[in-house]
T-cell receptor, first 115, second 113 residues
Framework: GEDVEQSLFLSVREGDSSVINCTYT??????LYWYKQEPGAGLQLLTY?????DMKQDQRLTVLLNKKDKHLSLRIADTQTGDSAIYFC???????????????FGKGTKLSVKP | DVKVTQSSRYLVKRTGEKVFLECVQD?????MFWYRQDPGLGLRLIYF???????EKGDIPEGYSVSREKKERFSLILESASTNQTSMYLC????????????FGPGTRLTVT
């Protein structure tokens, strides 16, 4: 089946940039997502990118997509202690080739921001 | 604002008990999902439903069943709880349009003793 891989931990200093990487196996991937989970909470969508895009920027967040290498990254500029959380990469997997489907999640990257 | 609510934040049950986890969404979403989250394993899909009374097995359906009698409610049932079902359970919903985001509930931390 399809798979999404990401490293489990990342530690950065406050004010630095964080880059969280993700690889996926689905060659027909259409949408890719980044979710954030703060301690004790559910997941919250941060941003997403459509497969015909290379880059998407939203304030401090930059998503880069290399479709040839099936590599997705999330860059957080000027990382703050409030950014400490688990970040999940996810790939939309259609059901029966249609518009319905579910998300294939990576295991999550725990970002620790040191003051 | 989309809201997905789960019946309990914390639950403690005994081995062999029948356990019901309830999830309700208020956005008229077509799709609903149940995941379990374990350290180092990320989110694993248990079951999902794309319509009332419809259900599809996810990656780890064994030991679980689901019920979707109404569009807004999706229940996860542990027929006979076991200690290896101790986990965080997350419910999510989505509109069913291609690529639409999933909205998550706050999670239920279930401990089976």
């Amino acid at each position: 089946g399809e798979d999404v891989e990401q490293s489990l931990f990342l530690s950065v200093r406050e004010g630095d940039s964080s880059v969280i990487n993700c690889t996926y196996t689905d060659s027909s991937s259409t949408y890719l997502y980044w979710y954030k989970q703060e301690p004790g909470a559910g997941l919250q969508l941060l941003t997403y990118i459509f497969s015909n895009m290379d880059m998407k920027q939203d304030q401090r967040l930059t998503v880069l997509l290399n479709k040839k290498d099936k590599h997705l990254s999330l860059r957080i500029a000027d990382t703050q202690t409030g950014d400490s959380a688990i970040y999940f990469c996810a790939d939309f997997s259609p059901l029966y080739g249609g518009s319905q489907g579910n998300l294939i999640f990576g295991k999550g990257t725990k970002l620790s921001v040191k003051p | 604002d989309v809201k997905v609510t789960q019946s309990s934040r914390y639950l403690v049950k005994r081995t062999g008990e029948k356990v019901f986890l309830e999830c309700v969404q208020d956005m008229d979403h077509e799709n609903m999902f149940w995941y379990r989250q374990d350290p180092g394993l990320g989110l694993r899909l248990i079951y999902f439903s794309y319509d009332v009374k419809m259900k599809e097995k996810g990656d780890i359906p064994e030991g679980y069943s689901v019920s979707r009698e109404k569009k807004e409610r999706f229940s996860l049932i542990l027929e006979s709880a076991s200690t290896n079902q101790t986990s965080m359970y997350l419910c999510a919903s989505s509109s069913g349009l291609a690529g639409d985001e999933q909205y998550f509930g706050p999670g239920t931390r279930l401990t089976v003793t």
